[in-house]
């Protein structure tokens, strides 16, 4: 305006005129360009139909690197979404991890739910141009749950402290809702927890978090143990070494958490055992890891629960690398198929589901494998012995070495007993993909280092 008129002052009027339509014009181009290189992800919060609507537009914009799918809906009939990203998105592939993040459980913890939609949008933008994330979406399937309990956050509030919302349309607070072998859990299942322990059923995740909110800390297994929940004593479960390393990797990744003393609270590097803390009963972690298979740990991300919605960008900031360099722990430890001779035919072998999978000296934790045959364990370098058991075959143990350079892969051949009568299968356990001993010795098949070796007795 201030332009126009001091042409216009100079008389030339004509000139000024055209002078201020290309700048109009120019400015309007401007504001296109800024406009485009902003749209994506919006540091606000989203309503469900929001969150529904970004996650599907992930899936519309990028249909051979991500999926989404609901594992039901809550009380008040809201979907549990996921999204799903990687390579491997739209179907499990063999021997390729499934891991996930679940946020938003308490319903009035709300960073995490606003992260995840970050973190697919980063995963997906950096997919064919980072090298480490590239390798890691064609290696790993990444589910993300937004939100578990979308009924309570439709009715919290923002605030950094206080409950409303917290629990779901009928008060109960999912993270004391498990089934829980340590203790009896004396609340009626929610529906929100039937859902996702019939996903995590279904579904062989290695490595999960549950993000919460409220203070700064990765809270690793075990939230309870057998006898008085009210006391505070550190539960250390046979993977403890694997659980620290897993919080130490999320906290160090993190400009402050590991230094351990945030929002008013004090935790030596940023990371605590549950039961330590304070123990609960009903977890969805301890669930995780004595029934399903996996590693859970639970993140208190933000220091608020429900903060104002301009602090989001530095929470991303905050946490991004540390989400990231956290799942990327799924390819560390060891992995493998399990086969079983066949009933029919000593010479064949098919893939055996349901096999207990232990190592050595740190037993007790009964990790099964899957459908599919597949086995995984995180394991930190050093040299184990891997203990297999199932009742149609002679337990079998397999030494093998990890380093820091990847997971190991570490096939096992189960034998049955001598002299067991033929034909006594076990009816459905088995795969559908039949192998004969031969082709278990193809290079990319199977790296029997060593033969397994009868045990004397099962755990
Ligand atoms: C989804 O994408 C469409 C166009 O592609 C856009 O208009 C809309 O704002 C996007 N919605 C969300 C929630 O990102
Ligand atoms: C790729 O991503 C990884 C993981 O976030 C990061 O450590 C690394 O610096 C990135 N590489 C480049 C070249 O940006
Ligand atoms: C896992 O939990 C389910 C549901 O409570 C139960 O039926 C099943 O027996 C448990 N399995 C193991 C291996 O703990
Ligand atoms: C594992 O075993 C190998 C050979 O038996 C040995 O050289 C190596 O030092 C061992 N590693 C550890 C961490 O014990
Ligand atoms: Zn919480």
């Avoid at 009380?75 to 996921?82: A, L």
């Avoid at 897993?246 to 935790?267: E, I």
Wanted: aromatic share 10%; glycine share 8%; hydrophobic share 35%.
């Amino acid at each position: 305006m201030k332009l126009l008129l001091m042409f216009c002052v100079g008389g030339r009027v004509k000139y000024a005129y055209l002078i201020s339509q290309m700048m109009l014009l120019w400015l309007l181009l401007l504001f296109t360009i800024t406009a485009v290189s902003v749209k994506g992800v919006e540091f606000k919060y989203h309503n469900h139909r929001s969150l529904e609507k970004t996650l599907r537009n992930f899936t519309e914009q990028y249909p051979d690197l991500s999926s989404m799918y609901s594992v039901g809906t809550s009380i008040r009939g809201r979907q549990m979404w996921v999204l799903v990203l990687g390579k491997h998105s739209s179907r499990p592939a063999l021997l390729v991890p499934n891991v996930k993040y679940i946020a938003n459980m308490h319903g009035n913890e709300v960073v995490g739910r606003e992260l995840l939609l970050h973190l697919a949008e980063y995963y997906l933008n950096q997919y064919g141009k980072n090298a480490t994330l590239t390798q890691f979406l064609d290696d790993t399937r990444v589910h993300l749950m937004p939100t578990m309990n979308p009924d309570g956050f439709s009715r919290s509030r923002q605030g950094c402290d206080g409950v409303t919302g917290r629990g779901n349309a009928l008060a109960y607070d999912l993270n004391r809702n498990f089934p829980d072998n340590a203790a009896i859990n004396p609340y009626p299942q929610q529906r929100e927890v039937t859902n996702v322990v019939r996903w995590i059923q279904e579904t062989n995740f290695l490595l999960s978090a549950n993000l919460h909110g409220g203070t700064l800390v990765v809270n690793y297994p075990f939230d309870s143990y057998p006898g008085d929940v009210r006391l505070q004593r550190y539960s250390a479960s046979p993977d403890d070494d694997v659980f620290r390393h897993l919080a130490l990797t999320f906290s160090k990744s993190h400009p402050t958490m590991h230094k351990g003393v945030n929002c008013g609270d004090a935790f030596s590097q940023g990371i605590v055992n549950g039961a330590s803390w304070y123990p609960i009963t009903g977890g969805m972690q301890d669930f995780m890891y004595r029934n399903a298979s996996g590693y859970e740990v639970l993140i208190e991300m933000s220091c608020c629960k429900y903060p104002r919605q301009d602090m989001l960008k530095g929470l991303w900031e905050d946490n991004r690398d540390a989400l990231i360099n956290f799942l990327l722990q799924a390819h560390m430890g060891v992995k493998g198929l399990i086969y079983g001779q066949s009933s029919r035919h000593s010479d064949l072998f098919d893939v055996v589901s349901g096999a207990v999978i232990q190592v050595m000296g740190r037993e007790g934790i009964h990790f099964r494998s899957s459908r599919l045959g597949e086995y995984y364990k995180l394991l930190l370098p050093g040299n184990y012995t891997l203990l297999v058991t199932h009742p149609d075959f002679v337990p079998t143990a397999v030494p093998f070495t990890v380093t820091s350079s990847g997971v190991t892969r570490q096939d096992v051949k189960l034998m049955r007993p001598y002299g067991s009568p033929e034909g006594q299968s076990s009816n459905g356990d088995r795969g559908q993909g039949q192998i004969t001993g031969e082709e278990l010795g193809t290079p990319e098949k199977a790296v029997l280092t060593s033969r397994p070796r009868p045990l004397r007795h099962t755990q």
